[in-house]
């Protein structure tokens, strides 16, 4: 996956209103503005974005805007995939390592109480985040070695329709049994 297509997801995923290309590629740090126009449109030729017309929540312009589009992105390639047993597997694979990562956020909130990062002008990508949370001592070292390592996978399986071969869905499952383990302590 390339770095700029990941930056732009990352900014999409972590905003709830829609963006211009313009601000989008201010806070992914992604220059100049038609790779973020071109890197936009084929992702949502693929459905893991929306674009049209709109008014940008960052800048106030109306422009063409662009929002994250995950929820119906995953859902509808569940059932296109469902068609095909074949890449059952993989589909499983998207599901649960969304799950997983929805999970691993949400104890990223509980630790990291107070922080200012979702401040206007402060954008932090899960990555940056889980780095920061482990400089700080507020996550072990081995669970982050862990939680990146689903994070990677994940990206790979639902933006580039990798499919995990058996041995790495094995490996998986068993991060899977480690960070949920991980998860609970936090979740009362
Ligand atoms: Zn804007």
């Not at 829609?18 to 590629?25: N, P």
């Not at 068609?83 to 694979?93: F, G, L, M, V």
Request: net charge positive.
């Amino acid at each position: 996956m390339s770095t700029s297509q990941e930056k732009i997801i990352e900014v999409l995923e972590n905003i709830d209103n829609s963006i211009c290309d313009d601000c989008l590629s201010e806070k992914a740090a992604v220059f100049p503005r038609q790779q973020v126009n071109a890197i936009a449109r084929n992702l949502q030729k693929r459905r893991i974005i929306y674009r049209g017309r709109g008014i940008c929540s960052l800048c106030g312009k109306g422009k063409i805007t662009n929002s994250k589009l995950m929820k119906y992105s995953i859902d509808g390639f569940i059932s296109k995939e469902l068609e095909h047993e074949k890449n059952h597997s993989r589909t499983e694979a998207a599901k649960k390592l969304d799950e997983i990562r929805r999970n691993i956020i949400d104890v990223f909130k509980i630790i990291d109480k107070g922080s200012t990062r979702l401040g206007k002008d402060k954008y932090e990508s899960f990555s940056t985040r889980l780095s920061r949370l482990e400089e700080d001592g507020k996550i072990d070292r081995n669970i982050a070695s862990i939680i990146r390592m689903i994070n990677s996978f994940r990206n790979l399986v639902v933006y580039e329709d990798y499919q995990p071969d058996s041995d790495e869905f094995q490996l998986l499952q068993k991060a899977f049994l480690i960070i949920d383990k991980w998860c609970l302590k936090f979740n009362k």
